[in-house]
């Protein structure tokens, strides 16, 4: 039997991956959860499947928590430091990485050094510090194992390849809600707009970076990152149907692609049983039905967000750090009402300008302009209101 940690369970990848433990009956322990704040949420999970510890970030929500759990054994834990502790358990042999933000890079890089393989759904781990953590992976002899639809299709598409081969990355992007669109219509767009995806069922955050193409910006980097190629031979194409979740070209021409329904149970479920494949109950895809699959080059001039990404990702250093933190800054304020969404790359893009890159940064150097970024994009939002 195995034993996990997930990171982030309440949000729609733990919560997901908990209902394919249950469904598939697998033989995992499940040692550990945690959540931001919802309460309520975590409560149930523990009650259900009796964790030795849960984690939430704040002194008031675990006070919550250890009264509503105070008839079973599990441990409350708080903050940063509790999700390191439940990412270094002994026992535990997966850390499943889905809280959301730059929260997620310090856990891992704990995790790895304790020994354990990682299932990563938090993109941002990446982003932030990839050379950093796919170097102490590979120290430690840790699978990295890319949760995300995209880097999990290529993961599968590449198995038994010589990496040598590969020519390009193709990774598939949606378009979000507002393909097509005009900068006049963006500029009366709503938070619940942006928040109705045409295909997937995400949280907040993740919606609204689909909505800008951020989503994929952020991508772009890991990718960089996860299979070791260089952000030229990386691209980006639209495909509406969200049937071809990515592609490999090789350099014989040849392509492989992985495809099926948009379900993010099929790849968290791939993480799970890692090298085996398990049958399951989930819809399979019928091509004859599907009829037709579309691609279109992105709009990297409306949705500049993704160009953005790529230039932080080629600067490199501490960029692709500020990048992030102005964007998850940027769609916070939009989510409250703060921000336009058609001013969340202006946001970006005026924090990246400021910023005095930091070649190489060790981790204090790179949380270091996580937070001067945040700090910065608050006066930006506030110039734009």
């Known amino acids: ?34 959540a931001n704040n919802n309460v ?40 940063r430091e509790g999700l390191i502790r439940v990412a270094t358990i002994n026992k535990v042999d997966l850390v499943i990485n889905s809280v959301v933000g730059a929260v997620g890079l310090v856990p891992t890089l704990k995790a790895i050094e304790a020994g354990k393989d990682i299932g990563l759904a938090n993109k941002e781990t990446l982003v932030i510090g990839g050379k950093l953590v796919m170097d102490k992976a590979r120290q430690n002899g840790v699978q990295i194992l890319p949760i995300d639809s995209e880097h999990n299709a290529i993961f599968q598409s590449l ?16 378009g979000g809600p507002f393909r097509g669109s005009t900068r006049q219509e963006l500029a009366g767009v709503t938070v619940e707009e ?25 991508e772009v980097i890991e990718a960089r990152w996860l299979f070791d190629i260089e952000f030229s031979d990386i ?15 090789f350099k014989d021409a040849s392509m492989i692609a992985e495809m099926g329904l948009p379900d993010m149970k099929v790849p968290i479920q791939y993480v799970l049983t890692y090298p085996q494949r398990k049958e399951n109950n989930l819809e399979r895809l019928d091509l004859a039905e599907l009829g037709r699959l579309d691609f279109e080059e992105p709009d990297k001039e409306l949705f500049s967000c993704l160009t953005y990404a790529y230039q932080a990702g080629k600067i490199g250093g501490t960029m692709p750090a500020v990048l992030n933190a102005a964007n998850e800054l940027a769609v916070t304020r939009f989510l409250a ?15 990246m300008d400021q910023h005095q890159v930091i070649k190489n940064p060790d981790l204090t150097e790179i949380l270091d302009a996580d937070c001067w970024a945040r700090t910065q994009g608050e006066k930006e939002v506030e110039s734009c209101c």
């Open 235 to 249: 691209d980006v194409v639209v495909h509406p149907q969200s049937i071809i979740h990515s592609l490999v070209q």
């Open 159 to 174: 198995g038994g390849e010589d990496r040598k081969n590969i020519e390009k990355i193709i990774l598939t992007a949606s």
């Open 40 to 79: 309520e949420c975590l409560a149930a999970q523990a009650r259900e499947f009796k964790p030795e510890f849960v984690v939430v970030m704040n002194e008031e929500a675990a006070n919550e928590l250890k009264y509503k759990l105070s008839d079973l054994p599990t441990k409350v834990l708080i903050g």
């Open 337 to 351: 009402g703060e921000l336009k969404f058609i001013e969340i790359p202006t946001v970006i893009k005026r924090v």
């Open 1 to 34: 039997m195995k034993a996990v940690t997930i990171l982030g369970s309440t949000g729609s990848i733990g919560t997901q991956t908990l209902e394919v433990i249950k469904e598939l009956e697998l033989e995992y322990d499940i040692v550990a959860l945690t």
């Open 194 to 218: 942006a928040l109705d995806h045409p295909n997937w069922d995400m949280g907040g955050k993740i919606t609204i970076d689909s909505a800008t193409l951020m989503n994929k910006g952020l």
